[in-house]
């Protein structure tokens, strides 16, 4: 089955950076509609990044984080990121990564991805 592995959280300061990785165990990791999700304390987990199967020609992100937060994807080393910068406070959650096999070329529902990473912390704060 496959796993994904999300690493690269942590501590930054306001306008800071970080970049998250998604580790996956699948050699046809090209397959899947990869996407990033959040989930803060007291808030339900939101939508914050996809991109496309294969190339990884075509995103999205939530508006909350788009011109800020920039989605890619390795095939070759089967990872995707999650590059972030202009950090914010309301940034901090636990970031999951999450991979579909949805027959849509992006989609931002949570129902559509089956495969979830452990979550990687990232609190921003002075």
């Known amino acids: 089955q496959l796993q994904l592995v999300a690493s690269g959280g942590g501590l930054v300061q306001p306008g800071g950076s970080l970049r998250l990785s998604c580790a996956a165990s699948t050699p046809i990791f090209y397959n899947y509609i990869m996407g990033w999700f959040r989930q803060a304390p007291g808030k339900e987990r939101e939508f914050v990044a996809v991109?496309?199967?294969?190339?990884?020609?075509?995103?999205y992100y939530s508006d909350s984080v788009k011109d800020r937060f920039t989605i890619s994807r390795d095939n070759t080393n089967n990872t995707a990121f999650l590059q972030m910068t202009t950090l914010t406070p309301e940034d901090t959650a636990e970031y999951y990564c999450a991979a579909s096999t949805a027959s849509y070329v992006l989609t931002h529902s949570e129902a559509d991805f089956k495969f979830w990473g452990q979550g990687t912390q990232v609190t921003v704060s002075t």
């Open positions: 991109i496309s199967r294969n190339r990884g020609d075509q995103t």
